[in-house]
């Protein structure tokens, strides 16, 4: 990272693009107060995202953070985005455009070089807003928690919608809540994602991942999801691979049936109603 930053140093954006992270930067001055900052590592899985991929580059480099890996894991994309990737390069820690076998190989093939204490991974569509990783990394030198999360916005049409998440015991890991761009974790409790999933990856993760370990909400919006046609949250075509996932994640050679899901959304469903009427959230 330079000293005075990398907006400067970083390729030219169009005229039309504006604000963060095209013409914004963080300021480096905001990691002075610590003079060894640990490895931060971050993977991209990508495919064919070459109308987000650049403003979720951007959003990674330009939080001039002085300790950072970045790796990027394309699946062969045809529309572009290696064009952005070959520019990008020289500020990349490790990219490729090769087919793989879907986004949690390309996932975990990006981890698998990983040598960073922390890691999150930020997909091709999605981005970070400023100072995020100094903000997390800092509340990880605090207070120690093993897992960071946080709130996130939804971006569909050019308007920004706020997602807030509640902090939850053990208990309430198997209601799906976490924003996944919004993620962080210590790399020595990472376990590699479930392949064989399409769209709940990241919520099986969660299960495996987040249980048992002392973790840290962040209340405040630390990424962006673009809603897109053809993001699997907002796709129709999807549902029926969504099923699927839900199928093997709760299949005996899965999780196991969850005997208790009746009560455990009950005890949800009164949680929400007292952080409501207190407005905690």
Not at 6 to 27: F, H, M, N, Q, S
Not at 63 to 73: K, S
Not at 239 to 247: G, R, T, V
Request: hydrophobic residues 40%; aromatic residues 14%.
């Amino acid at each position: 990272m330079a000293k005075k930053g990398l907006l400067t140093e970083l390729p030219a954006v169009p005229v039309t693009k504006t604000g963060w992270p095209w013409r914004i930067e963080t300021d480096p001055a905001i990691y002075k107060g610590y003079s060894d900052w640990p490895k931060i590592t971050i993977v991209t899985p990508s495919f064919n995202q070459a109308e987000f991929i650049e403003e979720t580059i951007r959003s990674v480099l330009l939080q001039n953070y002085p300790n950072l890996e970045y790796i990027i894991m394309d699946g062969g994309s045809t529309d572009g985005t290696k064009t952005v990737l070959e520019k990008y390069a020289p500020w990349l820690s490790y990219w490729q455009c090769e087919k793989d076998a879907g986004q949690g190989n390309a996932i975990n093939l990006g981890f698998s070089l990983a040598s960073g204490d922390y890691y999150a991974w930020i997909n091709s569509d999605d981005y970070y807003l400023a100072n995020v990783f100094a903000t997390v990394v800092g509340q990880f030198l605090k207070s120690r928690p093993a897992f960071i999360y946080g709130y996130g916005y939804n971006k569909k049409g050019g308007e920004l919608q706020l997602q807030k998440v509640l902090p939850f015991p053990d208990l309430f890991i198997k209601i799906p809540a976490l924003l996944q761009p919004s993620t962080f974790w210590q790399a020595k409790i990472h376990q590699p994602i479930w392949e064989e999933l399409h769209c709940a990856l990241d919520f099986e993760l969660w299960l495996r991942l987040v249980k048992g370990h002392k973790r840290h909400l962040v209340k405040a919006p630390l990424s962006v999801a673009h809603a897109h046609e053809n993001a699997k949250t907002h796709d129709p075509a999807m549902q029926q691979k969504w099923h699927e996932d839900h199928l093997k994640i709760w299949s005996i050679d899965g999780h196991g049936t969850p005997h208790e899901w009746r009560w455990v959304n009950f005890l949800n469903r009164i949680r929400l109603k007292v952080y409501y009427i207190f407005k905690f959230i």
